[in-house]
Nanobody, 127 residues
């Protein structure tokens, strides 16, 4: 099992920045792909960004590319999501997720490919 705990969510004004963190514990060696998802009220959970736990390949949703950056610190078992130029449409609960599968271009954003989930952290962007 892998346990994931997110933090860093907050309320900010449009144009602002936030950095989300996700600390992983447990059998972290079993995770080959980690990612961030978000879910707004009344909407489906959507993939925001993902990356391999080893190597530097990253994947981004088109809606956040150029504004968000996913990164990790393996020494701290921590995954980050740096969010810049935030927009009101970025308002959502953000979830960290880990998968035993490797990230792939066509499937990284599918929530059902991820095995472990955090409880989420709320991001609210006001315009």
């Amino acid at each position: 099992q892998v346990q994931l705990v997110e933090s860093g969510g907050d309320s900010v004004q449009a144009g602002g920045s936030l950095r989300l963190s996700c600390v992983a514990s447990g059998y972290t060696y079993s995770a080959n792909c980690m990612g961030w998802f978000r879910q707004a009220p009344g909407k489906e959970r959507e993939g925001v960004a993902a990356m391999y736990t080893s190597g530097d390949w990253t994947f981004y949703a088109s809606s956040v590319k150029g504004r968000f950056t996913i990164s990790r610190d393996n020494s701290e078992n921590t995954l980050y999501l740096q969010m810049n130029s935030l927009k009101s449409e970025d308002t959502a609960m953000y979830f960290c997720a880990a998968s035993r599968r490797y990230c792939a271009g066509g499937t990284w954003s599918r929530a059902d490919n991820f095995d472990y989930w955090g409880q989420g952290t709320q991001v609210t962007v006001s315009s």
